[in-house]
Every structure is written in C-alpha cells, then in structure tokens.
C-alpha cells in the first residue's frame, strides 16, 4: 500500500496548530446561518457545522472518531454553544446521511459511486501512459476528482485502483517487448546476467558503471562498450510504442536490481526491464563518447594553441635578431652614401668621380 504521507490526499494532522484551526476551521456567519436554518438543537447543529468545515479540509466526510477534540472545540466556540454541547458518535452518526447531503447540496459536490470511480479511472488509466510511481498515478486522481467537483472516496480504494491499473498497463507492456525478442536477443540478453567466477561480476552490472575521466584508454574503452551494447539488438525498435517515461522507469527499477535477484522476476518483467536499460545506457554512452570526444579535442586544441605561442616567441626573437641586424646594415649604407662634410658640394657623382680617378 502507497503511504498516504506521499499523495495529496489530506487527512487530518496529529497536532492541529491555531493557525490551522483559524483559516480551514472557523465557520463563516453566513456558513452559521445555513446551519441554524437546517438543524433542530445544538448537538446537530455542532455535527453540521463539523461536518462542513471538515468537508471543506478534506474533500471527504472522515468519520465521526477520526475529528480531533481540538476541532470540535474550535466549532463550538465559534457558535457560541456551551461546553457541555458534545460530537456525540450516536447522535451523529444518526444524523450524518442528512447533513452529508445538506453540505453537498451547499458545496456543489455530487456523490454517485460508479461516476467517481469512472472519473478515477480515466484518469489514472491516461497517466500511468507517462508516469509509474502510484502516488504520483493517486494524486491525478485526486486532482481531477477535484476538478469534476466530485467527493474523494476512500484512501484504500484510491490505493488498490492505482495499483491494479498500473499492474494491468505494465503487464501489457512486458508482454509486448518480450514478444518482440527472438531467441537470439533473448540468450544476448540472458548473458548479461552471468557473473564471472574471477571478477564477481556480470556484465549486467558493468552497464551500470559510470563513465570515467576523457583519458585515451577510458575514451577506447567506452567505444567497446557501445560497440558491444548495440551488438545485443535493436533495442529502440523492441521498445517502440512504449512512453519514455515509462523506458526510464523500468531502467531505473533494473539498475537498482542486481543479477541474481533480476533472474528471479518473471521472463517478460525481466526482458522489459533489462531491454530498457540497455537502451537507457547506450544513450548515455553515447552521450559519454561525445563529451570525451569534445573534451579530447579540446586538450588537443589546448595543446596547440601552447605549442603555437612557443613558436611564435621563438620566431619572434629570431625575428628581433634580425630586424636588428637589418637595421645594422641600413646604418652603414645610410652612412656610406650621405655627403661629405669636406668636400663642399660635389655631391655623389663627384665623389664616384674622384673614387675613379
């Protein structure tokens, strides 16, 4: 049975705080006329009264036991009624197929037992196609009972009703991928489960190991990996018509069940459940391969951009050393050729001259 504690259905708590007990518990004047004009004496009119604001808390009629003192207390003061004025369980359960309708006919609610549990169903049957967790299937049903303004029934047929579809739509889905393996997939996969009497381990339990640092040999080792994953079958084309969050439900249940207890679930159950993780690990891996990839591309990348900038210091001194030397050169030029200053004005031609002659 799915802990209430985890659903959205309310009940009440252990230690009902003021605060609690002033916003969901304190009846409204209008609220106390209502009452007054439906009931005879005080006790009903307290029982009324309770049952509203319960009603309004809950979504539910509790029973008559399950009201805390402290509530009861709280409603009796708030009309004003003697201490002596008591939630008698007699009296009130007498009266509680009358006032139950009194507040359905005030709140709008309707109470028809094959419509709720029609409207329970629709909607458990149209989210168990995405969603496996039974309170999660639990708490939609109670959303949309909320919605058709409908009265919540019992926790415990809420929990079975969850429960049986999802086993009937899950049943449909083992049967429907299992049905799809041959028996060559079926002993690829009955392999996995074979633990190594060195390692003490399957290969079952090596797809759950987590990628590594993008060295070389863990970048080569996580392509065999993939190589060896797609070698086992077309997994995607076993799991076709099944809802991804489904695939992701049924991996997360195989990951968390090791080899010898996976051989202990029914064929169909366990070929669905190991197909989904093979499936779910060969994205990941693939995932994984590009990252290491990336992150291998990146080193090389890395790596060159230093070795380049070496480069370029060195060639940059080189280049320093010669422009320098360039410079030399163009000095003594620049001196061989300017004018002499004494030789007053014969300029370039008369000095080749005289170098001539």
Not at 99 to 107: A, G, I, S, T, W
Not at 214 to 234: V, Y
Request: net charge positive; with cysteine.
């Amino acid at each position: 049975m799915t802990s209430v504690d985890r659903t959205a259905y309310l009940g009440f708590a252990r230690v009902v705080s003021a605060r609690e007990l002033a916003e969901a518990f304190t009846p409204t004047d209008a609220e106390i006329g209502w009452a007054r004009g439906r009931t005879q004496d005080e006790h009903h009119l307290l029982a009324l009264v309770v049952w509203l604001k319960s009603y309004q808390r809950l979504g539910y009629f509790p029973k008559v036991e399950d009201v805390p003192l402290v509530v009861v207390g709280h409603v009796r003061g708030a009309l004003g009624l003697a201490e002596d004025v008591e939630l008698e369980l007699e009296r009130a359960a007498r009266s509680a197929k009358r006032h139950r309708e009194f507040v359905r006919k005030r709140l709008g609610v309707t109470y028809e037992a094959a419509r709720i549990r029609q409207v329970a169903e629709d909607a458990i049957r149209k989210a168990v196609q995405s969603k496996d967790n039974p309170a999660d299937l639990i708490n939609v049903a109670l959303e949309e009972l909320v919605r058709a303004r409908c009265e919540l029934p019992g926790y415990i047929t809420l929990d079975a009703m969850a429960s049986a579809i999802r086993a009937e739509v899950n049943t449909g889905f083992f049967q429907t991928v299992a049905g799809r393996l041959d028996v060559a997939a079926r002993c690829r996969l009955a392999r996995l489960l074979v633990v190594d009497p060195v390692s003490r381990r399957s290969e079952f339990d090596r797809l759950k190991d987590a990628a590594k640092a993008a060295s070389l040999s863990k970048f080569k080792e996580r392509l065999a990996l993939l190589a060896d994953i797609e070698a086992i079958g077309p997994t995607g084309a076993w799991l076709e018509g099944v809802p991804p969050g489904k695939v992701a439900h049924f991996a997360g249940e195989a990951r968390v069940t090791d080899a010898a207890d996976m051989r202990k679930v029914s064929e169909d159950r366990r070929l669905t459940l190991m197909v989904s993780l093979v499936h779910t690990v060969a994205t990941g891996v693939r995932d994984d391969v590009v990252t290491m990839f990336c992150k291998r591309m990146a080193a090389l990348h890395k790596k060159g951009r230093d070795h380049l900038e070496a480069l370029r210091k060195v060639h940059r001194a080189e280049s320093e050393r010669l422009l320098g030397g360039l410079g030399d050169v163009l000095s003594v030029v620049r001196e061989a050729l300017a004018p002499s200053d004494s030789g007053g004005g014969g300029g370039v031609e008369e000095q080749r001259n005289s170098h001539w002659r």
